[in-house]
T-cell receptor, first 117, second 115 residues
């Protein structure tokens, strides 16, 4: 079985500052990795995903993440945040088994990012 | 706008009752997954349906069941409701082609409160 640990439950940051949201995972098999954002009273929106290839993945809204296989991490970064980035962020994994396996996600507990003016 | 809708948006039930939650996917999305998100937690995978057959299940008891219909809609049924079933229920759909580039789209969820 796989598991995901998001190391920070809450991250406060000032507008235009850089931010890093940390995610570690555990799995005995190869995985796909995802970051989702959830705004209040809304569903989940995909920010970015790592499937294979380059370990640096760029996503929407200026976010990027780096896959580090040796450290089993997939940290999310943004060089300059905006007030509108205030939301809850979820790291997720699925096993790399082809077919529809990547639709079966294991999520972390979430990190609430609060951007202050 | 993901093209995935869920109904109802909110629901209140009492312990022991049964509930049916509905999800309408984009046309062509033959794969739907359901998740339970308790307050302050990440979503937990309940099960997935692919071409109207169950295609994997998480650690949920049999009183959680589902259906997927040919018109790209689906249902999540929960029998004998317990207080711990209070949560946001999310459905997510995609076109399951085996190509990992396909994107999974989440609906806005149904918030269930069990009293």
């Amino acid at each position: 079985a796989q598991s995901v640990t998001q190391l920070d439950s809450q991250v406060p940051v000032f507008e235009e500052a850089p931010v890093e949201l940390r995610c570690n995972y555990s799995s005995s098999v190869s995985v796909y990795l995802f970051w989702y954002v959830q705004y209040p009273n809304q569903g989940l929106q995909l920010l970015l995903k790592y499937l294979s290839g380059s370990t640096l993945v760029k996503g929407i809204n200026g976010f990027e993440a780096e896959f580090n296989k040796s450290q089993t991490s997939f940290h999310l970064r943004k060089p300059s945040v905006h007030i509108s980035d205030t939301a809850e962020y979820f790291c997720a994994v699925s096993i790399n088994a082809g077919g529809t396996s990547y639709g079966k996600l294991t999520f972390g507990q979430g990190t609430i990012l609060t951007v202050h003016p | 706008e993901t093209g995935v809708t869920q109904s109802p948006t909110h629901l209140i039930k009492t312990r022991g009752q049964q509930v049916t939650l509905r999800c309408s996917s984009q046309s062509g999305h033959n794969t739907v997954s359901w998740y339970q998100q308790a307050l302050g937690q990440g979503p937990q995978f309940i099960f997935q349906y692919y071409r109207e057959e169950e295609n994997g299940r998480g650690n949920f008891p049999p009183r959680f069941s589902g259906l997927q219909f040919p018109n790209y809609s689906s249902e999540l049924n929960v029998n004998a409701l317990e207080l711990d079933d209070s949560a946001l229920y999310l459905c997510a759909s995609m076109y399951g082609s085996g190509r990992i580039s396909e994107t999974q789209y989440f609906g806005p969820g149904t918030r269930l409160l069990v009293l």
